[in-house]
Every structure is written in structure tokens, then in C-alpha cells.
């Protein structure tokens, strides 16, 4: 854990149940390295389509490089926050969700996201929960703005950017790809985030792939 950590809530002591629309109980929690078949088991539960939107690309299994990349979190730069069912009796909990960020190099108030929710627990207010935490974690450690890249031939997502912010430009638009700044102060208690912010990050900043090079990057 970095030592910036150390006065910080949301930290590998962090545990937090909430109740979701249809009174299911989840638990919240950093990301630990005995997740990983936890993680494992939670990807094979996608559909086709979730592990395409998630992944761009029609991914069958998580290899060990991903996984390793997936669980090679710092605490400060690179934070995940999963969510678990809660009071499970036995065994390890079944994931339902997970969130991440990951600060860009060069730009230290900046982070990349993603946000992956298991189909069945979908539409059920656990994405929009768990990018609030997330975005409080950020927060803290100096985050102010998420980055999200779009393909520039996606109209949903223009058309949520307007709805978000009528202003809202890309900052750089490069080989089919448009890149957004959004402030994290958009992005509050769950429920009062605004639809357009939840919808932007979980189809814009939700490519793992983005993620996956910023990892590369960082060896």
C-alpha cells in the first residue's frame, strides 16, 4: 500500500454494505490478490455481448497476463473497488461487479475508468454505486477528472455527452478516437449521479483494453 494511503477511507480496510433497488445486500471492498478466482469465475458468468462491450473484442478467457494486470493494484494510482454478495455463509462471495481507475502518467489529477457489472445484476443500480465510490477514491487521492476515449462513429455516446454537458468538446480526436475529460465533481452519491455521466463512463471509459495499455505502459 502506498504511504500516501494512510489517512485515506477507502483503503484495503475498506468494507461497506448497501442495499440495492430490489433490497439485494452487497458488500463493497478493495480489490485483494486472492480475488483472482473470484475474477475468473465472474467473467465466465458474461454473455458474449457483456464481455464484447467490456473488452471490444470477443474475448473467450482471461489469460494469466490479464489477470495479473487485473489484480496489480497499488492503492493509489491504480485503485479497484469490487462488489460482493453480502453475509454469504460458506465460501468465498460471488463477485457481482468491479470498478477501477488508473492515473495517467504526466497527469497527476487524471485517471482512466472502467466499470463491469455481472449481467444478472444489471439495472439494478450496482454500476452507478459502485462509479460513485470509485469516484470518491479518486477523489481523495487528487483525481479530478475521469478520461474517456470514444470512437468518434458512436453517436449514443456523443449524444450522452450532450446531454451531460451541451459545451462538452473532445480535447483530442486521433485515428477514429475522441477524447473526453470529465469532472469527477459530476459524479456523486448514486442517487443523484446524473444518467448521462453514468452512461458515459460505463460505454466510454468501460474498454479495458485502454486500461490493459496503461498497465503495459507502466511495466
Not at 41 to 48: N, Q, R
Request: charged share 25%.
Amino acid at each position: 500500500m502506498n504511504a500516501h494511503c494512510e489517512h485515506l477511507r477507502f483503503t484495503e480496510t475498506f468494507s461497506a454494505v448497501h442495499q440495492l433497488s430490489d433490497g439485494t445486500a452487497i458488500r463493497l471492498r478493495l480489490l485483494r490478490a486472492d480475488d483472482r478466482d473470484g475474477l475468473v469465475e465472474a467473467f465466465g458468468k458474461l454473455s458474449d455481448e457483456s464481455r464484447y462491450r467490456r473488452f471490444f473484442t470477443p474475448l473467450t478467457e482471461l489469460s494469466d497476463s490479464i489477470l495479473e494486470r487485473l489484480l496489480r493494484v497499488d492503492g493509489w494510482n491504480h485503485v479497484a473497488i469490487v462488489a460482493e454478495a453480502a453475509g454469504h455463509a460458506t465460501g468465498a462471495p460471488e463477485l457481482f461487479g468491479i470498478a477501477r481507475f488508473i492515473r495517467l502518467d504526466g497527469m497527476p489529477d487524471a485517471a482512466e475508468a472502467a466499470v463491469a457489472v455481472a449481467d444478472h445484476m444489471q439495472r439494478r443500480g450496482l454500476g452507478k454505486l459502485l462509479l460513485s465510490v470509485t469516484a470518491g477514491a479518486a477523489r481523495e487521492r487528487g483525481i479530478a477528472k475521469c478520461r474517456a476515449e470514444v470512437l468518434t462513429n458512436n453517436d449514443g455516446v456523443r449524444a450522452l455527452l450532450h446531454e451531460l454537458d451541451a459545451r462538452l468538446a473532445p480535447v483530442a480526436v486521433e485515428s477514429g478516437v475522441a477524447v473526453y475529460e470529465v469532472p469527477l465533481s459530476e459524479i456523486t452519491a448514486p442517487e443523484t449521479m446524473p444518467h448521462a455521466s453514468v452512461q458515459l463512463l460505463r460505454s466510454a471509459a468501460r474498454g479495458l483494453e485502454v486500461l490493459f495499455r496503461r498497465l503495459d505502459e507502466r511495466g
